[in-house]
């Protein structure tokens, strides 16, 4: 991640596929990574080859490369 610049826009790899997910300000999302119904906080980021589903990442969090988050179900209650 040396070098980048991180703004107000999220910093989105073109290989990541993005599903309804919202991202805070000043978040990256790595290469070949799939965020599916997720929403992450101001300053978090996930590095490359991650997947995460029907999630809720808080702000500032920084995720590995290659992890796997799934809540499983939408509505099952935290």
Known sequence: MAGKTLSVEPLVDPTAKLQETKLGAYCEVGPRTIPLDVEMGDYSYVVNDAQMTYSAI?????????????????????
Do not use: D, E, L, V
């Open 58 to 78: 808080g702000k500032f969090c920084s995720i590995a490369a290659m992890t796997r988050i799934n809540r499983r179900c939408r509505y099952h209650p935290a």
